[in-house]
């Protein structure tokens, strides 16, 4: 059974980075595409970007463009959602999830229902 597990998510201020982290076991990460996506209070869940199964390409969600950077290390079966100059409105739990699929990242983007895993999430608030 695939586990993920995120961490890294606390309290910043607004223009400040956070770097999360989402740790695969249960099977290699190299099998799957990734993403990152978030709930904020009251609202429905939302992408934030994915990353193709070999993490040759990405995408992102417009709000995070030129913010927001996702990466992976399948050596360390890991992958990562830097966030920079954080906005009040990236306050959110942040979940990553994991699918078998080799869809590019775009498309994928828009099929959350494709994603097979996910993990907990890590709360992320943004807060002067």
């Known amino acids: 059974q695939v586990q993920l597990v995120e961490s890294g998510g606390g309290l910043v201020q607004p223009g400040g980075s956070l770097r999360l982290s989402c740790a695969v076991s249960?099977?290699?990460?190299?099998?799957?595409?990734m993403g990152w996506f978030r709930q904020a209070p009251g609202k429905e869940r939302e992408g934030v970007s994915c990353?193709?199964?070999?993490?040759?390409?990405?995408y992102y969600a417009e709000s995070v463009t030129g913010r927001f950077t996702i990466s992976r290390d399948d050596a360390k079966n890991t992958v990562y959602l830097q966030m920079n100059s954080l906005e009040f409105e990236d306050t959110a739990v942040y979940y990553c999830?994991?699918?078998?699929?080799?869809?590019?990242?775009?498309?994928?983007?828009?099929?959350?229902?494709?994603?097979?895993?996910w993990g907990q999430g890590t709360q992320v608030t943004v807060s002067s």
């Open positions: 999830a994991a699918a078998r699929t080799s869809l590019p990242a775009a498309l994928l983007f828009r099929r959350p229902d494709l994603f097979d895993f």
């Open positions: 249960g099977s290699t990460s190299d099998y799957y595409a």
């Open positions: 990353i193709s199964r070999r993490g040759d390409n990405t």
